[in-house]
């Protein structure tokens, strides 16, 4: 089993920034792909950034040059750095671990950004 665990979400104004961890425990490999989705109420979740195994990364077009993911392998984290924050970023934003044969996804938590 997988378990994952994100943190640093909050209430932040616009242009602030936020770090956001995810600690994953279980059957981790370091070759599994993570990332980071979001979503609104009503909405369908979508793809912020992912990182594979060996460091290659992905962002969606909107946040691009704002959002920074990366991993501590040794540490089976993956953090979300997010810069100049608008009010349009405010998502729940989730964890995921793809594996073997499923996604993992963590509780969520919630980034609030005031204008």
């Known amino acids: 089993q997988v378990r994952l665990v994100e943190s640093g979400g909050g209430l932040v104004q616009a242009g602030g920034s936020l770090r956001l961890s995810c600690a994953a425990s279980?059957?981790?490999?370091?070759?599994?792909?993570m990332g980071w989705y979001r979503q609104a109420p009503g909405n369908e979740r979508e793809s912020v950034a992912t990182?594979?195994?060996?460091?290659?990364?992905n962002y969606a077009d909107s946040v691009k040059g704002r959002f920074t993911i990366s991993r501590d392998s040794a540490k089976n984290t993956v953090y979300l750095q997010m810069n100049s924050l608008k009010p349009e970023d405010t998502r729940v934003y989730y964890c995921?671990?793809?594996?073997?044969?499923?996604?993992?996804w963590g509780q969520g938590t919630q980034v609030t950004v005031s204008s």
């Open positions: 995921a671990l793809t594996g073997s044969t499923r996604v993992y």
């Open positions: 990182i594979t195994g060996d460091g290659r990364t």
């Open positions: 279980g059957s981790i490999f370091s070759i599994n792909t």
